[in-house]
């Protein structure tokens, strides 16, 4: 298999004031095959979060190299890598998913519009990924109108709406019940055969880490597992 992403001696830090220096990755590798289902697990601070924020461009590690795709990510100008994840990648963050000030249905069609889909193609699509997560009548709420549960599945629909190669998902089922968490590591569970994405789904659960091509485990700055 052809690996999709590929990490190599990754290093990150953060500093806080003069100091803190807390050292979160320290010479973190591995190569994530297209199409697989790879779960990374690890006590709470041990850097997850972290990880998918660099794999996704969105911060910038020490030392090391991302290849996403064939593609150095940080290689690339500012607004290459941007345009590269917006096209590429669909992130379902931890917190603060949705834009509070935009409808259900507007959160979805934002990455759609982005994306330069027409509005019937958004509109349609849109509609469609609602149903799958039985939200189709929610589709004029505002976020605060909706249970936490009821916002992780929208932040789901919205990252896999415009078919990234790579879904990049920071802990999807934190606030769901066993059914609907069911449910949400069902449609995850398809990509990989149905569209050949790639996923990389940070996660305390059990059940979620079952259900995984792959677990990797983050601990003391290392990444490690099968
Ligand atoms: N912006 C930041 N500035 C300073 N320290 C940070 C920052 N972001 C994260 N950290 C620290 O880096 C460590 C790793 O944080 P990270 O959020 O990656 O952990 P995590 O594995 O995702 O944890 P959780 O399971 O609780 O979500 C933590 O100790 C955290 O306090
Ligand atoms: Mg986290």
Do not use: W
Request: aromatic share 4%; net charge negative.
């Amino acid at each position: 298999m052809t690996p999709y992403v590929v990490l190599e001696d990754l290093d990150k830090h953060y500093a806080e004031g003069t100091t803190h220096r807390q050292v979160v990755l320290s010479g973190v590798s591995a190569q994530i095959d297209r199409g697989s289902l790879v779960a990374i697990r690890g006590r709470s601070g041990s850097g997850k979060s972290t990880l998918l924020n660099l794999i996704a461009g969105l911060d910038i590690p020490d030392r090391g190299s991302i290849r996403v795709g064939g593609e150095n990510l940080h290689a690339m100008t500012d607004r290459a890598r941007t345009l590269f994840r917006r096209r590429h990648c669909g992130f379902v963050f931890q917190f603060f998913n949705l834009i509070p000030v935009l409808t259900v249905r507007e959160n979805v069609m934002i990455g759609l519009e982005l994306n330069a889909f027409d509005d019937d193609t958004a509109s349609r699509k849109t509609r469609e990924l609602l149903a799958t997560v039985h939200l189709a009548d929610r589709a004029d709420s505002f976020p605060d109108q909706l249970s936490g549960g009821e916002q992780q599945r929208v932040a789901l629909i919205r990252a896999l709406a415009h078919e990234p190669r790579l879904l990049l998902a920071d802990e999807p089922t934190g606030n769901l019940d066993a059914t609907t968490e069911l449910e949400i590591l069902d449609l995850i569970r398809r990509l990989p055969g149905e569209r050949n994405t790639t996923v990389i789904i940070a996660t305390h659960s059990e059940l979620v880490a079952g259900h995984a091509d792959r677990v990797l485990l983050l601990g003391s700055g290392k990444l490690t597992g099968s």
